[in-house]
């Protein structure tokens, strides 16, 4: 149901996966994942390794966090992070390169993995894995199948739907042995014997070769899906995939499926078979009037600039810099932010594309309407928000907007409806949180 | 005879009076057993409210003030800010209760971060409301405490009392037409606005500024936002300021307006409002 088609500007899609030299100092908020925030465990002065435990998450939903350099804590203290508010953040100041012991670095493939379910959940806590894409939800807490529940498939999600964003791609072209063997460890921890990888036809090469890969792996598959957007987001996916509906305010498991994206399950490789804590992932950094778009592999706390730097600098008629895809992503307040682990891209918007029109009055056209993936009235809910009429809201099903964006692309009004939608979501959460008690 | 008094005209004038006589007695009789009885004096109370229906009383408006006064019987613990001490007078004299004086209050903008001392260092181009903005990022000018500029709050103000300035991009706040409802105070979703005492012939002292970030980092946004360095604080002999946070507050309560707090501001976070212009003596004397 729904979708739209934003030009794809894939410019960074052949551009393999280069790694960045650590900066001089990073960053690293104890917040990066969604949940409770991480409690430092290091102190001002100490030394760190790369791959230390520098801070833990306690609460259930909550991760590890780890140095993802080495050197000498600074300080511990409010940073600006993504959103130009202050949180928490541990600061390192670089000292050479010392990774862990136990840390394997090596890039032969191991495909044997000797642990047990419950062993391969505790080793994924153990390094912080959360969700790649870029909700960041922590990856141990999926791996656990709730009680009275069953998984039948795991579906790993390779669309990468958002326009711009390559590091899905390479990732898939790059590691596509490593992935597999991710997600056989993912399969064996879930307990399923069937894995489905999507991935959108815009990609007939990364399809090609996980197609080919597959064939050594049991029981994982590779589905070719029609280019849409958001055709990567969990409900969208499964029900392309298996044609299941997940219920409105449920969650996947409720039809027995658990979607992972492959950045996750090469990061689950990585601390699995590797022992290698999450300290780095992949981020394309792309945009019309970047001189040299590219994939890069980044430690977690590397400053954007660092990277706008490396693909060519800053272009002069930079409008706006976006962290993450240009329909989910937020517009950066200021470039010396740090890459966390839900970064997926920086992308530089030129004054022209970074415009928004004029906001008129809704004429009616009902657009909004037909591309809602999830069969809301959008035009609707941002007036409903707008007017505070929060009952209404939700029996029209706010709560079920997953934030994709497609109404606001569509408009041709220039209203930002997703943004008055997503203040209706805010109040109606915590309405219901509320009433709940 | 006409075909007016046939019988068929008959017969239906008859029967339909019938059927309206018996639905008359039925409707007596179900209004006599279900009357609602309802105090008079509550029409008596809301009749003296100024129907403004602003909920700056607390309660829904000015109808369910009036239930709740003449459920109480007595004025202790009600106010209407709209209205003020004369309404509650008017009641009091009326009902013949005694009515609690209560100060006269205003909303007071604790934000002075205006285009020229906070400096916009990123263009807002999303929804124009501060609950989004709020929401997505720390402000236009850098502070995560300051002043959106948005305009929820003109917005939601029921007595026109408030206005965008397009020059600084803060709401400015006319005290004459302000009622004190605090519709403001609760739409603004950074908590800058404040109820406050109106004072003596309409003076003000306050800290208009709630940034709890440390000196430094505050400066670094806003020229004249409060650093917590508690010279107010050693300055003030009536215990009415205190500084938490990095954030100094002076409770007006305490204040008496003496205004020795205003000059020892190092970033003049610290407003008098309609106090007489002061000499020229004294300027020079805190200069030095």
């Excluded at chain 1, 909550?62 to 511990?76: E, F, L, R, W, Y």
């Excluded at chain 1, 862990?100 to 080793?123: P, Q």
């Excluded at chain 2, 004249?224 to 938490?244: L, Q, T, W």
Aim: proline residues 6%.
């Amino acid at each position: 149901m729904g979708g739209v088609h934003p030009p794809e500007k894939k410019f960074a899609e052949k551009q393999s996966i280069e790694r960045l030299d650590p900066p001089k100092m990073v960053v690293i908020p104890l917040s990066q994942h969604l949940g409770v925030p991480a409690v430092p465990v290091v102190e001002k002065g100490d030394q760190v390794r790369c791959g230390q435990l520098i801070a833990k998450g306690e609460a259930f939903i909550s991760a590890h966090i780890h140095a993802s350099v080495s050197g000498k804590v600074v300080k511990i203290d409010q940073v600006t992070d993504t959103s130009g508010y202050r949180k928490m953040s541990v600061v390192i100041q670089v000292e050479g390169d010392e990774w862990e012991d136990g840390i394997d670095r090596d890039e032969t493939l191991i495909k044997e993995c000797s642990l047990d379910a419950g062993e391969i959940a505790r080793k994924i806590q153990e390094m912080g894995v959360v969700g790649m894409g870029g909700a960041t939800f922590p990856s141990h807490v999926k791996m656990m199948v709730p009680k009275g529940k069953k998984a039948t498939h795991l579906i790993i999600n390779g669309v990468e739907c958002e326009p711009c964003l390559t590091a899905d791609h390479r990732l898939m072209i790059e590691k596509g042995e490593e992935i597999m063997v991710g997600i056989t460890i993912q399969m064996k921890a879930l307990g399923v014997d069937k894995a489905i990888i999507g991935i959108e036809n815009n990609k007939p090469d990364a399809l090609a070769h996980m197609k080919k890969l597959a064939k050594n792996y049991p029981g994982i598959s590779v589905e070719a899906l029609k280019v849409k957007y958001p055709q990567g987001a969990e409900k969208q996916l499964i029900k392309a995939l298996l044609n299941r509906e997940v219920p409105s305010g449920k969650l996947p498991i409720e039809v027995g499926c658990v979607v992972h994206n492959v950045g996750t399950a090469f990061a689950v490789y990585e601390a699995v078979q590797k022992n290698k804590p999450l300290v780095e992932r992949v981020v394309t950094v792309s945009g019309s009037s970047v001189g040299k778009p590219s994939n890069f592999l980044v430690r977690i706390g590397t400053p954007v600039s660092a990277l706008i730097d490396a693909a060519g600098g800053l272009p002069d008629d930079a409008g706006k810099v976006i962290n993450g895809g240009p329909m989910m992503g937020k517009a950066l307040n200021d470039l010396e932010v740090p890459v966390t682990k839900g970064t997926s891209g920086i992308l530089v918007f030129t004054k022209k594309e970074s415009f928004r029109p004029q906001e008129q009055l809704c004429i009616r056209c009902a657009r909004c309407l037909t591309i809602c993936p999830m069969g809301l009235e959008p035009y609707l809910l941002a007036v409903l928000a707008d007017k505070k009429r929060l009952e209404e809201c939700e029996d029209e099903g706010i709560m079920d907007c997953m934030e994709c964006g497609s109404c606001l692309y569509i408009c041709p009004s220039g209203k930002p409806l997703l943004d008055h939608i997503r203040v209706g979501k805010n109040r109606v959460g915590k309405m219901i949180r509320e009433r709940n008690g | 005879m006409s075909a007016l008094f046939n019988e068929i005209t008959l017969f239906s004038v008859i029967s339909l009076g019938a059927i309206g006589g018996v639905a008359a007695i039925i409707l007596f009789l179900v209004a006599q057993k279900f009357r609602v009885i309802e105090d008079p004096r509550i029409d008596k109370v809301e009749e003296l409210l100024p129907a403004a229906n602003c909920g700056g009383c607390g309660l829904a408006g000015c109808r369910a003030l009036a239930e709740a006064i003449v459920k109480a019987e007595r004025l202790e613990g009600f106010h209407c800010p709209p209205g003020g001490n004369d309404v509650m007078q008017d009641i009091a004299s009326a009902m013949g209760w005694e009515a609690e004086e209560a100060d006269p209050m205003v909303a007071v903008l604790r934000c002075n971060g205006s285009r020229e001392f906070a400096p916009p260092k990123v263009r807002y181009d999303s929804a124009m409301t501060c609950a989004f903005a709020h929401a997505l990022f720390a402000g236009e000018g850098g502070c995560p405490y300051g002043c959106l500029g948005c305009g929820d709050c003109v917005l939601s103000c029921g007595f026109d009392a408030m206005h965008m300035d397009k020059e600084t991009g803060l709401p400015v706040i006319i005290d004459d037409k302000c009622v004190a409802c605090g519709a403001c105070v609760k739409e603004c979703p950074r908590n800058i606005i404040e109820l406050r005492k109106k004072g003596k012939k309409n003076r003000r002292i306050y800290v208009s500024c709630i940034n709890e970030e440390k000196g430094g980092v505050a400066r670094k946004n806003c020229k004249v936002a409060c650093i917590g360095c508690g010279k107010c604080m050693k300055e003030c002999r009536f215990d009415a300021i205190r500084v938490e946070n990095f954030l100094a507050y002076i409770d007006y309560e305490q204040c008496t307006l003496c205004r020795k707090c205003p000059p020892v501001c190092p970033t003049s976070a610290i407003h008098e409002l309609n106090f007489p212009v002061r000499k020229k003596k004294e300027a020079v004397k805190e200069e030095g």
